[in-house]
């Protein structure tokens, strides 16, 4: 079974989104199956093959989620954060800006999916394999 150690020491090579399917192929390898961050304070709850569970504490002072998801503008401030624009923590405030509340990734699946306040889907996509 995986550790939190061991997952923070890989989300530690994370500088940018650029960095994130490399990260997910390190967590595949350690055994985790899927995983849900909460925007809110930043904590992760990891599960495993048999769904155990292990998670992290919060993260950052509490942020507050928009009430309604903005599609087009989170969008916009995912796809400048997966080309390296934005650090994690500015990652975070814009999701609570636009109202994205958690997102879900699938490790095995290869999808990170990403869910508003009343957990309709804002935005599913594939993860692109690591280089």
Same mark, same amino acid.
Do not use: M, N, W
């Given at each position: 079974m995986f550790t939190i150690?061991?997952?923070e020491e890989a989300h530690g090579k994370v500088q940018s989104g650029a960095d994130f399917p490399a990260y997910i192929?390190?967590?595949a390898q350690l055994g985790v199956k899927r995983y849900e961050t909460?925007?809110?304070d930043g904590?992760? %709850?990891y599960y495993g093959p048999h769904d155990e569970k292990s998670d992290t504490h919060a993260s950052h002072t509490p942020l507050e989620v928009a009430h309604t998801a903005?599609?087009?503008g989170f969008n916009e401030a995912l796809k400048v954060h997966q080309q390296g624009g934005t650090?994690?923590?500015e990652f975070l405030a814009d999701c609570a800006k636009h109202g994205v509340e958690k997102w879900e990734v699938?490790? %095995?699946e290869?999808?990170?999916t990403y869910y508003d306040k009343t957990g309709r889907v804002v935005l599913e996509e594939s993860i692109p394999p690591a280089e």
């Open positions: 150690d061991q997952i192929r390190e967590l909460f925007v809110s904590h992760t %709850d903005d599609v087009a650090s994690y923590p699938k490790v %095995d290869g999808t990170c």
